[in-house]
């Protein structure tokens, strides 16, 4: 890995988004639409367990996940959906 991603990757917000994408690529991440580009359920497996979780979008991006609830900023279950809505995070 170069320098420069490094550095990208020290940014917390970066970090997710490429962990989310390593997830949709190695198949650890799935995201099945439930309500076209307003609600997705997500299962990851990346932990070892496979989880579960809903990420909405009213406004503004939620998921039911810890890591979101606890901080209430995009996790990586967002990221996840933003790369395969929007291709962009
Ligand atoms: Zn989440």
Request: include cysteine.
């Amino acid at each position: 890995m170069s320098k420069t991603s490094d550095a990208l990757l020290d940014d917390p917000q970066n970090a997710r988004a490429y962990r989310a994408m390593m997830g949709l690529i190695q198949k650890q991440i799935t995201i099945i639409v439930f309500i076209q580009g307003k609600a997705w359920v997500v299962n990851s497996t990346m932990s070892g367990k496979l989880h579960e979780y809903m990420v909405t979008r009213n406004g503004t991006w939620a998921c039911t996940c810890l890591d979101f609830t606890k901080r209430q900023k995009p996790c990586k279950h967002i990221a996840a959906v933003k790369l395969l809505t929007e291709q962009s995070v």
